[in-house]
């Protein structure tokens, strides 16, 4: 199997806040779009992969 690299789409929304000076908190979240040909045998077999994920992020950060 064979999955041919793809330029897409990620759409990311997120937000910081600071819990004390010091410290923040972090969240977001990405839509990934992306669509890249795949081929089976040699190209045998062609198709066209739908990948989406949903990936939600967080974190901590400190500030010195």
Avoid: C
Avoid at 23 to 36: E, G, V
Wanted: proline share 8%; hydrophobic share 45%; no cysteine.
């Amino acid at each position: 199997m064979r999955i041919d690299p793809t330029v897409g789409v990620a759409p990311n929304i997120g937000v910081d806040h600071e819990i004390t000076p010091n410290w923040l908190l972090n969240l977001d979240a990405k839509w990934i779009l992306r669509q890249p040909d795949v081929s089976v045998n040699s190209s045998f077999i062609r198709a066209r992969a739908d990948i989406s994920p949903f990936v939600v992020g967080a974190s901590m950060q400190y500030r010195f």
